[in-house]
């Protein structure tokens, strides 16, 4: 029946047809001068977490478990930046662009996947300190390279079969009107809204799985950072006190700048319908780059294995 045809073919042909992704609805005008400061927070991004992998990798004295996590999150920071950041530059720059339907599921998949890896890398980070303050002389035992490979190969594994999903929810679904995307980047439910047919199992995925997932991690990073302070307050002297807790000043930087952007935007796309969708679209921007390019500041400079061997590398390349 050639009616019959014509639906299949629009079915299938429904999913060939690329996306344009227009940019920050609203700013078009100003999206050159926005590009500066976003470049630039790029480059420290991509710069600072190319010195932290570096000096990890080089130095013997930060091959310890929690230098390890550290790289951990440096490497799931620039996938999460690279994966959103060249893209929308070309957008400022060029205006809108095409992508396809297989770059768009690539793209939203590795942003995904680095969101809720990232989370998962922050709990591994708490476990790290956990063990460290609480069973100091159990630390070599309990965290060995092997439990280590470990942990990471789990919370690796574990991110990708709650994104993988949602590829797949969204490569069912026919898009036979708009192909626009008011956004510089794709993401789940962005795309997914476009399509002609019921998304409710989308916005039930997209939205319930991950937050299950990161709203799990934070109980447990609070609990572990509980247990942290009830064994810190039972230390003798003022100053083993201070100490401890500055090394773990640097990770609860991390984790309020990591977490509150990240519930912020899920609640205000939720339930802030007056919110404007310029608004929504400029702060999921500066999610990409801003904590990427904060993370290795922070460790940086609250961190003294870090800090010194910073100091060393740019005296040594002066002298030369």
Request: aromatic share 12%; hydrophobic share 50%.
């Amino acid at each position: 029946h050639p009616g019959t045809t014509r639906a299949m073919h629009n079915l299938s042909s429904s999913n060939t047809g690329d996306f344009t992704l227009l940019g920050i609805p609203g700013l078009e005008q100003y999206h050159v001068w926005i590009s500066i400061p976003f470049c630039f927070v790029y480059l420290v991004a991509t710069v600072g977490n190319g010195i932290l992998l570096y000096l990890i990798a080089v130095e013997r004295s930060l091959h310890a478990p929690m230098f390890f996590f550290l790289s951990m999150l440096a490497m799931t920071d620039l996938i999460l930046s690279t994966t959103c950041v060249p893209k929308t530059l070309t957008i400022f720059w060029r205006g809108p662009q095409k992508i396809g339907f297989p770059g768009c599921l690539t793209q939203l998949f590795f942003l995904h996947y680095s969101f809720v890896l990232d989370s998962a890398i922050l709990l591994a980070m708490a476990f790290d300190r956990y063990v460290a303050i609480c069973s100091p002389l159990r630390y070599t035992t309990i965290l060995t390279p092997k439990t280590i490979i470990k942990i990471a190969v789990g919370i690796s594994f574990r991110s990708f079969c709650i994104i993988l999903p949602v590829v797949f929810l969204l490569t069912r679904l026919p898009f036979c009107r708009t192909r626009i995307i008011p956004h510089t980047y794709c993401e789940h439910i962005g795309v997914a809204r476009l399509a002609c047919a019921d998304i409710s199992i989308n916005i039930w995925y997209g939205f319930c799985v991950p937050i299950m997932t990161v709203i799990s991690d934070v109980i447990l990073i609070a609990v572990s950072y509980t247990l942290i302070l009830c064994a810190v307050f039972r230390l003798p002297s003022r100053d083993a006190r201070q100490k401890v807790l500055g090394t773990c000043g640097s990770h609860v930087c991390v984790i309020l700048m990591f977490y509150t952007p990240a519930f912020f935007s899920i609640l205000a796309h939720r339930f802030g319908h007056n919110i404007s969708l310029t608004f929504h679209i400029m702060f999921a921007n500066l999610y990409v780059v801003i904590p990427p390019a904060l993370n290795p500041v922070v460790y940086g400079v609250k961190t003294k294995q870090i800090r010194d061997k910073v100091i060393l590398l740019f005296s040594a390349k002066r002298s030369e």
